[in-house]
């Protein structure tokens, strides 16, 4: 008979299910030969969705509303849409996650949210190329310096940013509008850890909202605009990478972004420049390492 191997010989100590036990019933089931660590990961989560059931008490309708909500998050999905992304960064669990994986050192750049827009491979540009394509917005100049923690400057980092355009979207979000790779590229510092680049000013710009996430804020009150920002990679060799953010000063939302995604530290310093093509110069010359 199939599954006879799994047919305990003594009696299962739950055998039956009860709703008091309901998590430790499921539990017991796993078998020995399971995976530690998988054995850990779903035992925890069985206990804490088991206890949440308990405390909610939801009626077959309401689980339904779940298991729809659930299943139009993966439908939204594509290629280049991770609605569960999504789902994750707006309850906090990727700022979570990101922490407990992330703990940096002293004194180097905090590390902030991936977020779902990064497009690996970005073209490589020399200092100074202006990466915005579509000539939108305001005219911005990012210039920095990659450092160490002991302020030592590293030559030979790669600099990879990608941001928004003026109407508030990633290039990847409009394909066939937007020039391909516009507002990506790949920069590397020069002997003294310095790199510059042209763009244009980031300004604030809503998540993905016309999907179930999106309807989720709304049902919530809650507000899908993210604080103005320009993503940072910065790696290299010999040293831990760095993902993280650069905020807008100025940008309303700074103190609410919809996936809490703001630091302190992240928050740059804008200085107009007189020079006539640097209408706007961000100084970001926190040490990255
Ligand atoms: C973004 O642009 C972003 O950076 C994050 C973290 C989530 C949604 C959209
Ligand atoms: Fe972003």
Request: glycine share 8%; hydrophobic share 35%.
């Amino acid at each position: 008979m199939s599954g006879e191997g799994h047919v305990k010989a003594k009696a299962p100590q739950y055998p039956y299910f009860t709703e008091e036990a309901s998590a430790e019933v499921v539990n017991a089931r796993m078998g020995q030969e399971a995976d530690p660590r998988l054995r850990e990961v779903m035992g925890t989560i069985v206990k804490h969705l088991h206890a949440a059931v308990k405390e909610i008490e939801p009626t077959h309708e309401e689980w339904l509303t779940a298991i729809k909500f659930l299943t139009a998050v993966g439908q939204m999905c594509t290629d280049w849409r991770q609605e569960y992304i999504l789902l994750s960064d707006v309850l906090g669990v990727s700022m979570l996650v990101d922490s407990i994986n992330h703990r940096r050192p002293s004194g180097a750049t905090e590390n902030t949210i991936l977020g779902p827009f990064y497009v690996p491979e970005a073209p490589r540009y020399d200092h100074g190329t202006n990466i915005c394509l579509d000539g939108k917005g305001e005219p911005l100049v990012v210039t920095g310096r990659v450092l160490d923690t002991d302020g030592k400057p590293i030559a030979g980092a790669l600099v990879d940013v990608w941001q928004t355009n003026d109407d508030g979207f990633y290039d990847v979000q409009q394909k066939g509008v937007q020039p391909d790779w516009n507002l990506r590229g790949v920069f590397t510092t020069n002997e003294a850890g310095e790199y510059w680049y042209r763009s244009s000013k980031p300004r604030f710009y809503p998540i993905p909202d016309d999907g179930p996430v999106g309807k989720l804020l709304g049902a919530l009150g809650r507000h899908p605009n993210r604080a103005a920002h320009i993503h940072f990679i910065v790696s290299a060799e010999g040293y831990d990478p760095v993902i993280t953010h650069i905020f807008s000063p100025d940008c309303e939302y700074l103190d609410q972004d919809a996936v809490f995604g703001v630091k302190d530290s992240l928050i740059a310093k804008f200085e107009r420049v007189t020079d006539a093509d640097r209408a706007q110069a961000l100084e970001f010359d926190e040490p990255f390492w």
